[in-house]
DNA sequence: ATCATTTAGCTAACGCCGTTCACTCTAATG
DNA sequence: CATTAGAGTGAACGGCGTTAGCTAAATGAT
């Protein structure tokens, strides 16, 4: 067996556990200090007191380590947004939305480094079958791990469209729909289905919702690496932002 | 002197640019198989057939290197974004607008290595004051470089607003403004003349502008790090965009 | 044509890096 | 208590960016 009578961790495991958690401090903070290709398993061992080779207890190659961390900064990001969505109560699906965005804006642009490290991480395949033998790192762990985070949003989305369709809130119709061929039109309810778990919503909200996706993923990737065309009134120009969004949703204010 | 009789380039001076080239050639294949990481000034000596000390005669460090190529990949980007510009008549600013965004599009997802180096690459401060005496690495160029790239964009948008102004052609006003503090106004009225150079447009031209730019720039993004949320029908998606930022410039078609 | 100077390139070395292998010691297991 | 699995070590390999000092050739001036 490999726990103990009591039925919880060993005394190993809690050691073990512990020793991963201070590789991944000492790799977060490399990261911090010295960007996404500064970090250094060498300097992580130094860090943590231990030999270089030791690590390779704990992680199969700096790429592994590289990759949990990346998966941890995803729940990070997650964990923060899910703390600013429930300041709001559970039907200000609106206000939920907007702590969503504010959220994410506050994420990236205050953990730069670790934002560039999980937009860069080299996507899928990397992992492949191996002698028939799937690896540890799962290919699709970070792109599941952004779909959760986007879903934290669509979900909202979906309960609003609900709400407004029973007419318990003010909402017009999404502004006019640009024609598009049955293959977009799929495309986008298809993909879309993921962000919005198990409802179908209309088309024209489908499309404003993955509109204004773009648009805030845009905002966020400018303003975390600098190329933002405003700097001094960014908080108000989000709000702007968002405004216009919302217009999009035929909602106002 | 440094230039023979003729004024012309020396035959030393036509030497190391070749060498120059063929340096940055190398350095631009590993670009785009090993991704920005994966460029190693070793492997680009051993390509080149020459000692990797040898390097140090041409550029400073890797960082200028790639700080160098960098430049290079911009001046491309500028270059494929003016030849498609050109296609269309000097007057047809809506299209050569459209081929703006095309242009851009197409340039970064056919070249996703090279633009993440592009938009990863460390900005400023890198390059600071040495015993008062300035680096060969010009901590602005980079930025520079996109805003000239930009600025191709915003020409177009400042002529296009000249035309609708004098009634030659149909262009409503952009759509209504959202509520904003003068601190913002004022800021995206200077900030926008640089991309708009010489020209003040009216705040509300501005603004959209602005979005407009946003929303390339977060598509352009997504889909160039696979994080699109349409994938089949990408160039119908991006045409649906483009009518809707149309759309909030008054314009319709 | 000769000499001095600039320049491109070399070799060798330094201190990093990720990774592997064979080994030891220690702590948990049966 | 004997066995075993796990954590850790030390040494090595090849690769990396970078520096210093040297050589030889091309250049420019006399």
Redesign the pocket.
């Given at each position: 067996?490999?726990?103990?009578t009591a039925g919880g961790p060993?005394?190993?495991e809690r050691?073990?556990a512990e020793?991963i958690a201070e590789i991944k401090a000492s790799a977060r903070r490399q990261l911090q200090e010295h960007g996404p290709s500064g970090?250094?398993?060498?300097?992580?061992?130094?860090e943590v007191?231990?030999?270089?080779?030791?690590?390779?207890?704990?992680f199969?190659?700096?790429?592994a380590l590289l990759h949990a961390t990346c998966v941890d900064l995803y729940d990070e990001l997650i964990a923060d947004t899910v703390a600013a969505m429930d300041a709001h109560p559970e039907d200000a699906h609106l206000e939920r939305m907007k702590s969503w965005i504010w959220a994410f804006r506050a994420w990236a642009v205050g953990h730069r480094r670790e934002f560039e490290l999980m937009i860069s991480f080299p996507d899928g395949k990397a992992a492949m079958l191996i002698d028939g033998e799937q690896l540890e790192r799962d290919p699709d762990l970070l792109s599941r791990k952004a779909l959760e985070h986007s879903q934290l949003c669509g979900r909202e989305m979906a309960a609003f469209y609900r709400k407004a369709e029973r007419g318990e809130i003010e909402a017009n119709r999404p502004a006019e729909l640009p024609a598009m061929s049955e293959g977009l039109k799929a495309e986008l309810m298809e993909k879309c289905s993921a962000f919005i778990v198990g409802e179908d919503m209309p088309l024209a909200w489908v499309f404003s919702f993955t509109s204004g996706w773009v648009r805030v993923f845009g905002l966020v990737v400018m303003e975390a690496f600098g190329s933002l065309p405003v700097s001094e009134n960014v908080d108000e120009f989000y709000k702007t932002q968002v405004l216009s969004m919302m217009h999009d949703f035929g909602i106002e204010g």
């Amino acid at each position: 067996m490999t726990s103990n009578t009591a039925g919880g961790p060993t005394r190993r495991e809690r050691m073990r556990a512990e020793t991963i958690a201070e590789i991944k401090a000492s790799a977060r903070r490399q990261l911090q200090e010295h960007g996404p290709s500064g970090i250094s398993l060498r300097a992580i061992a130094r860090e943590v007191g231990v030999t270089p080779a030791a690590l390779y207890r704990y992680f199969d190659s700096l790429d592994a380590l590289l990759h949990a961390t990346c998966v941890d900064l995803y729940d990070e990001l997650i964990a923060d947004t899910v703390a600013a969505m429930d300041a709001h109560p559970e039907d200000a699906h609106l206000e939920r939305m907007k702590s969503w965005i504010w959220a994410f804006r506050a994420w990236a642009v205050g953990h730069r480094r670790e934002f560039e490290l999980m937009i860069s991480f080299p996507d899928g395949k990397a992992a492949m079958l191996i002698d028939g033998e799937q690896l540890e790192r799962d290919p699709d762990l970070l792109s599941r791990k952004a779909l959760e985070h986007s879903q934290l949003c669509g979900r909202e989305m979906a309960a609003f469209y609900r709400k407004a369709e029973r007419g318990e809130i003010e909402a017009n119709r999404p502004a006019e729909l640009p024609a598009m061929s049955e293959g977009l039109k799929a495309e986008l309810m298809e993909k879309c289905s993921a962000f919005i778990v198990g409802e179908d919503m209309p088309l024209a909200w489908v499309f404003s919702f993955t509109s204004g996706w773009v648009r805030v993923f845009g905002l966020v990737v400018m303003e975390a690496f600098g190329s933002l065309p405003v700097s001094e009134n960014v908080d108000e120009f989000y709000k702007t932002q968002v405004l216009s969004m919302m217009h999009d949703f035929g909602i106002e204010g």
